[in-house]
């Protein structure tokens, strides 16, 4: 089992930037991938990033992201703390959604939703104009 706890959402806007975190707790090892999604009201859950957490994973050090927010956001993690992050530059109010973290245990970068594993509570990000 994996838990999984997001955090850094709020009320920014446009232009602004937002750095969520992910705790991860329980089973933080292995080579699964950790991603991010997000939902706006009356919309599907979409993909935003993901990236490989240790360097047990064969495809350790690779990264993906959507192309709504290539170039603006940056996920990263730092194993030491169990956390993945997600900085949000240049918000646009497009990226007005729910946040989610998820862990997918497979290893590949994938973007599917049912993809992945465990998922978090999400956590609110506003982009006003």
């Known amino acids: 089992q994996v838990q999984l706890v997001e955090s850094g959402g709020g009320l920014v806007q446009a232009g602004g930037s937002l750095r969520l975190s992910c705790v991860a707790s329980?089973?933080?090892?292995?080579?699964?991938?950790m991603g991010w999604f997000r939902q706006a009201p009356g919309k599907e859950r979409e993909f935003v990033a993901a990236i490989t957490w240790s360097d047990a994973n064969p495809y350790y050090g690779s990264t993906h992201y959507a192309n709504s927010v290539k170039g603006r956001f940056t996920i990263s993690r730092d194993n030491a703390k169990d956390t993945v992050y997600l900085q949000m530059n240049s918000l646009k109010p497009e990226d007005t959604a729910v946040y989610y973290c998820?862990?997918?245990?497979?290893?590949?970068?994938?973007?599917?939703?049912?993809?992945?594993?465990?998922w978090g509570q999400g956590t609110q990000v506003t982009v006003s104009s």
């Open positions: 998820a862990a997918d245990l497979d290893g590949r970068v994938r973007v599917g939703r049912d993809d992945y594993d465990y």
């Open positions: 329980g089973r933080t090892f292995g080579t699964y991938v």
